[in-house]
């Protein structure tokens, strides 16, 4: 069974830092492209960033990039996204995903 495990939310200053954790079983993690999306409520998911492979290719979206760092640990089979320079718009609840399956999200909330 594929689960995936979000933490690291919770609520930060503008201007303020959070890292978010993403711990993935039941699949080859290594194998595996990871991707992190966000929600507002009331709106559809948003694409955040993905890697694709240990020190290979990421992409990040135009709102976060230079912000954001996507990162993984195959060791771990954990994928990373550290979150700085946090804005009030990128409040929202943050998803991992891999192919089809998502986990539970974590809410940050960026408000002064």
């Known amino acids: 069974e594929v689960q995936l495990v979000e933490s690291g939310g919770g609520m930060v200053q503008p201007g303020g830092s959070l890292l978010l954790s993403c711990t993935a079983s039941?699949?080859?993690?290594?194998?595996?492209?990871m991707t992190w999306v966000r929600q507002v409520p009331g709106k559809g998911p948003e694409w955040v960033a993905t890697?694709?492979?240990?020190?290979?290719?990421?992409w990040y979206a135009d709102s976060v990039k230079g912000r954001f760092t996507i990162s993984r640990d195959n060791a771990r089979s954990s994928a990373y996204l550290q979150m700085n320079n946090l804005k009030p718009e990128d409040t929202a609840v943050y998803y991992c995903?891999?192919?089809?399956?998502w986990g539970q999200g974590t809410q940050v909330t960026v408000s002064s």
């Open positions: 995903n891999v192919q089809q399956y």
């Open positions: 039941g699949f080859n993690f290594g194998a595996n492209v």
């Open positions: 890697i694709a492979q240990p020190g290979g290719l990421k």
